[in-house]
């Protein structure tokens, strides 16, 4: 798993959890520049592969934290 930020192909992995049914979240830590990214991981059952997926924290935290709601009309009413 290349890290999202240097391209450095190491990274360690330092928490594992269930997510949806054959998806496994992780988080890892790059082991070049130290930066935290997430990835989630899900089984293709026809393959039998493992597909992964990479989020980044800035960008997903903030949608997170909104609850999903348009940045617009939170800046206008909690900004």
């Keep these: 798993m290349n890290c999202p930020y240097c ?8 928490h ?5 049914e054959n998806e496994v979240f ?3 830590v790059c082991c070049n520049c ?3 990214f ?7 059952p026809e393959t039998e592969s493992i597909i992964a997926e990479k ?3 800035e960008e997903k935290g ?4 909104a609850g999903h ?4 009309s939170l800046r206008k009413t909690h900004i």
Aim: glycine fraction near 6%; aromatic fraction near 2%; proline fraction near 3%.
């Design 7 to 14: 391209n450095n192909s190491k990274s360690k992995v330092v």
């Design 38 to 44: 997430k990835t989630i991981e899900q089984v293709d």
């Design 69 to 72: 709601k348009p940045l617009e």
């Design 62 to 65: 903030i949608v997170g934290a």
């Design 55 to 57: 989020e980044r924290n």
């Design 34 to 36: 130290g930066r935290v």
């Design 26 to 28: 992780r988080v890892r």
């Design 16 to 20: 594992t959890a269930s997510w949806l």
